[in-house]
Structures are given as structure tokens and as C-alpha cells.
């Protein structure tokens, strides 16, 4: 049983925002869904359908000035965080005033200035930017913290076990969160991993390992607020996985022929959006007519997103070889 189905801890107005951010990734990724079927959107396209509780609930703990790191499933990290949904839809539709200047497309979205240091093609490549991170905020004195999310499949990294000793032995200040959505592309957990869960994998690091439901926006706030809480602290890093499930195929245009129907069916039922929309309402946080307003306000900043994109111009020819090295200044030798 999740926290769901238990007694209310958290203020009202937190659970709300959890909500809010939840309902902007699921119709963000739909329209990303949409858009690219009709051609519109160039590139891959990897989509967050039925895993927006956990961005969610963990960014609830962050400031601006907190860090991520991302993956190539990233539009609901980078939404979760703060990202501003007209950027991330002009870069997607390949547009000029997109957060990349529409040369990065969805797997390369980032925004410094909300510490969001980049979604990455590059499977595990963020364990080892979280490391980085940590040891500046370290350096620094600072009381930030960085998230960094991963998937499954990436614990078989090299990366993901160095960045876990090196955060370990140096106490840093990061929070690994893993999303184990059961399969890493096409191939299930079961057959990759001799282990149920990947959480065990702390012990050798010595540091916390906690399993949660994924898809329970209450357990997973519960469990990132402690392991946040211990960073800032200085008692150094937690892992923590989050047991969940894609909708779609690794990427649009796969099928996925390799998900068993009654495992879909089952996953479905246990979606976070509509099971959350009923705590709500149980427990008198929301009621019919805002959860309605909430919705309609969502929808009409996505079709504003989108309206942005495609006013947008595309770059211009000329820029082809702008931003590909650090520009040196004036005056450095």
C-alpha cells in the first residue's frame, strides 16, 4: 500500500503543485506524441507518459538553485524543475528561439539559469555531471544540492558505480534518483540484472538505499524530502528507486511488442495522474470544478507553447557554426 491510500502528511499547497506539474508534463509529452506522428517535430522523441509523479514530487523539493541532471527521456525533469514551456516546445519543433536555438531538439534541453545542466543522449553520462556538480557546491560552501535521475538499464554503467564511490567517499551533496521503468529500450530488468532491486546497490557504497512506488507522488516527495534534507546537511548522498512504468515504447515509433499485454494493462491501471486526481478528491484538497480550471489552464499554456513554436523562425543557415566551441573573450589570452 503507497502513501496514497494512507492519511494526508503534506501541506495542501505542495500536493497542488505536484499535481500542477504532473498534468503539464502528461500534456506537454501528448502534444510532443501528437506533433511528431503528423512529422512536425524532427529527431527522437523519447516520452515521459506514466513516470510524471516522480519528476514532480522530487523538483517539489528543489529551488532554482538546486541542479539537475537529465537523461534522453528529459521533458518531464526539465518541466518539473521550471523550465519554461514555450522554449522547450520551440526547440522540440527545431525553431530559433527554442532553449537550444532549435539545434539541440528533445534530448539536449537545458537551462542553466534553473539548474537544469541538460538532458543527454548519452545513457549514464549525467551520473558523472552530478558528481561534478556536487563537488562545486562543495567547493563552494554552498547549501545546494543536485538530483540526478537515470534510468535502469544505466546502473550497468561504469559511470553510475564510479559517480556512486566518489559521492560516497567525498560526502557530496547528491540525491540519485532511478527511474526503473522495467526495461532498458527493448530488453526487461529481469534479463539484464540479477537483482530485484537496484536500490540494493547502495549498500556497497555504504550510503542509503530506498525503494519507492513511482507512481505514488506522495511517496516519492516523502522520500526525496529526507534524502534533499541529508544532502544539504553534509551527510552525503542517497539512491533512491522509483518503481515505475513507460506507456509508449522506448522512443515514438516503437511498437513495443516486447511488453506483455497484461503488464501494460495492469501499468495503465495504476497510472499516477487519475490515481492521484482521487486522493485529491478524497481527502477535500480539490474539488471537481478546480481539478477542471487546472486542467483547462494546462491545456491553454500548451497550445500557447506550441502557438510560440511554430511563429517561430527556423535558424538561420548562417548560424550553422555558431555555439559550436566556447566563444573566448576579449582580453583572455
Given at each position: 500500500m503507497g502513501r496514497l491510500e494512507e492519511k494526508k502528511i503534506i501541506a495542501s499547497d505542495t500536493l497542488i503543485d505536484i499535481y500542477d506539474k504532473m498534468l503539464k508534463i502528461?500534456?506537454?509529452?501528448?502534444?510532443?506524441?501528437?506533433?511528431?506522428?503528423?512529422?512536425?517535430?524532427?529527431?527522437?522523441?523519447?516520452?515521459?507518459?506514466?513516470?510524471?509523479?516522480?519528476?514532480?514530487?522530487?523538483?517539489?523539493?528543489?529551488?532554482?538553485?538546486?541542479?539537475?541532471t537529465s537523461t534522453h527521456r528529459g521533458h518531464g525533469h526539465i518541466i518539473a524543475k521550471g523550465g519554461e514551456l514555450k522554449y522547450m516546445a520551440a526547440e522540440l519543433f527545431g525553431r530559433a528561439t527554442g532553449y537550444c536555438k532549435g539545434k539541440g531538439g528533445s534530448m539536449h534541453i537545458a537551462d542553466a539559469t534553473k539548474g537544469i545542466l541538460g538532458a543527454n543522449g548519452i545513457v549514464g553520462a549525467g551520473q558523472d555531471i552530478a558528481v561534478g556538480?556536487?563537488?562545486?557546491?562543495q567547493y563552494r560552501g554552498t547549501d545546494q544540492v543536485c538530483v540526478c535521475f537515470f534510468g535502469d538499464a544505466s546502473t550497468?554503467?561504469?559511470t553510475f558505480h564510479e559517480s556512486l564511490n566518489l559521492s560516497s567517499a567525498w560526502k557530496l551533496p547528491v540525491v540519485y534518483v532511478c527511474e526503473?521503468?522495467?526495461?532498458?529500450?527493448?530488453?526487461?530488468q529481469k534479463r539484464h540484472q540479477n537483482i530485484n532491486d537496484i536500490a540494493d546497490r547502495a549498500k556497497a557504497y555504504g550510503i542509503p538505499g530506498v525503494v519507492v512506488d513511482g507512481n505514488d507522488p506522495v511517496e516519492v516527495y516523502e522520500a526525496s524530502k529526507?534524502?534533499?534534507?541529508?544532502?544539504?546537511?553534509?551527510?552525503?548522498?542517497?539512491?533512491?528507486?522509483?518503481?515505475?512504468?513507460?506507456?509508449?515504447?522506448?522512443?515514438?515509433?516503437?511498437?513495443?511488442?516486447?511488453?506483455?499485454?497484461?503488464?501494460?494493462?495492469?501499468?495503465?491501471?495504476?497510472?499516477p495522474i487519475p490515481r492521484?486526481?482521487?486522493y485529491l478528491l478524497e481527502n477535500k484538497i480539490l474539488g471537481d470544478d478546480k481539478l477542471k480550471a487546472m486542467k483547462e489552464s494546462v491545456d491553454n499554456q500548451i497550445k500557447e507553447a506550441v502557438d510560440f513554436a511554430l511563429n517561430s523562425p527556423e535558424p538561420e543557415l548562417s548560424s550553422v557554426f555558431e555555439d559550436v566551441y566556447t566563444d573566448i573573450k576579449e582580453g583572455v589570452e
Open positions: 502528461r500534456a506537454f509529452e501528448n502534444m510532443a506524441k501528437d506533433n511528431f506522428a503528423e512529422g512536425k517535430i524532427p529527431g527522437f522523441v523519447h516520452l515521459y507518459i506514466g513516470e510524471e509523479a516522480i519528476a514532480s514530487a522530487v523538483c517539489e523539493n528543489l529551488t532554482d538553485a538546486d541542479y539537475i556538480a556536487g563537488m562545486s557546491i550497468n554503467q561504469g526503473n521503468n522495467g526495461y532498458g529500450i527493448s530488453v526487461s529526507t534524502a534533499v534534507e541529508r544532502a544539504r546537511a553534509g551527510k552525503g548522498p542517497t539512491l533512491i528507486e522509483c518503481k515505475t512504468y513507460r506507456q509508449r515504447g522506448h522512443f515514438e515509433g516503437d511498437s513495443a511488442p516486447y511488453k506483455l499485454k497484461e503488464e501494460q494493462e495492469g501499468w495503465i491501471k495504476k497510472d492521484f486526481e482521487r
